[in-house]
């Protein structure tokens, strides 16, 4: 093989070499673990006699029965009908408070924009768990600052862990964390947009508010449809506030989210097959929904654009 064959043989292995890294790191913490996952949901313990002694277990094919035990879980469906209404909360207000937040931040009379930014998008740093238990510590009527001012005004002390305002509560947790960042998202996409569209856009006589409507927004629809799209998947996989706030309230299950479902199959009934089962069926569902929007926003996309 002459030197060029060899040269040539080189350069074309060269992006292979360097995919292969990355290529063995999702093999080994994203692929393996799925399909042990999918597996484990296609099989079942068989128990013989008392289930004592060696040879008593055994794992046996089980087919679709876990899925199909799954479907027909009353808590499994009761959970994922709760997050649904979480998420009708969550999604919007944390999305129109980011775009409202961006488009502040760009406009040209905004003062400290570096110190709000950061301001903004702090939350967003502090771990999931630790926001839960600083909320829940304002939450709580006996130690919170706002019931201790609202007692002394005289005014109502709503219960905001029982009942409808649960929600409300939960809700706000997940505003609070994630509205800076897709602030973030946001804002850098207005950066990147020529500032002689604004100067055009003045010439013609439009407002700020007319070039944030007309202009802006439609601009940014790309990042606008990663936000939600981000949104939706942090929406679906919710656990760790509701987990946080069980022990502060008796309004939340151990199974209030179709992952917490799936945590007390594998780590307190031990049914790891079912809880294998749960979680594939959330990641599908996570995956049709991701994929259905991400289309239709192409789809739309598309005609906007042959127009």
């Known amino acids: 093989m002459t030197?060029?064959?060899?040269?040539?043989?080189g350069v074309k292995g060269a992006p292979y070499a360097f995919l292969l890294p990355a290529t063995i790191l999702f093999a080994l913490f994203f692929a393996l673990p799925i399909?042990?996952?999918?597996?484990?949901?296609?099989?079942?313990v068989q128990v013989k006699g008392l289930?004592?002694?060696?040879?008593?277990?055994?794992?046996?094919?089980?087919?679709?029965?876990?899925?199909?035990?799954?479907?027909?879980?009353?808590?499994?469906?009761?959970?994922a009908l709760r997050v649904l209404g979480y998420g009708a909360i969550v999604v919007p207000v944390m999305l129109g408070l980011a775009l409202l937040f961006a488009l502040m931040l760009d406009t040209e009379r905004v003062r400290l924009a570096p110190f709000t930014r950061l301001a903004i998008f702090l939350p967003y740093a502090i771990?999931?768990?630790?926001?839960?238990?600083?909320?829940?510590f304002?939450?709580?009527?006996?130690?919170?600052?706002?019931?201790?001012?609202?007692?002394?005004?005289?005014?109502?002390?709503?219960?905001?862990?029982d009942g409808g305002p649960l929600f409300l509560?939960?809700?706000?947790?997940?505003?609070?964390?994630?509205?800076?960042?897709?602030?973030?998202?946001?804002?850098?996409?207005?950066?990147?947009?020529?500032?002689?569209?604004?100067?055009?856009?003045?010439?013609?006589?439009?407002?700020?508010?007319?070039?944030?409507?007309?202009?802006?927004?439609p601009m940014v629809a790309p990042s606008l449809v990663l936000t939600f799209f981000f949104s939706i998947i942090a929406t679906l996989q919710v656990f760790s506030e509701p987990t946080t706030l069980k022990p502060l309230t008796n309004s939340v299950s151990t199974t209030w989210s179709p992952l917490m479902k799936v945590y007390v199959d594998a780590f307190g009934k031990g049914d790891i097959h079912s809880a294998a089962a749960g979680a594939v069926i959330i990641a599908l569902v996570t995956l049709v929904l991701s994929f259905g929007f991400l289309r239709a926003a192409n789809s739309r996309t598309k005609q906007e654009e042959a127009r």
């Open 169 to 217: 509560a939960l809700s706000n947790i997940a505003v609070w964390g994630g509205t800076g960042f897709n602030m973030i998202v946001i804002y850098t996409s207005l950066q990147a947009i020529p500032t002689e569209v604004y100067e055009a856009a003045k010439l013609d006589g439009c407002s700020p508010l007319q070039i944030a409507l007309r202009i802006k927004i």
């Open 35 to 44: 399909g042990y996952a999918v597996w484990l949901s296609l099989h079942k």
């Open 51 to 79: 289930g004592l002694g060696s040879g008593a277990r055994s794992e046996v094919w089980a087919g679709l029965e876990n899925y199909t035990d799954a479907l027909t879980d009353s808590e499994l469906l009761a959970g």
């Open 3 to 9: 030197s060029a064959r060899r040269k040539s043989y």
């Open 138 to 161: 304002l939450y709580l009527p006996d130690v919170s600052p706002f019931y201790f001012v609202l007692d002394k005004l005289g005014m109502p002390q709503p219960d905001l862990l």
């Open 127 to 136: 771990p999931g768990v630790v926001a839960a238990l600083l909320w829940g």
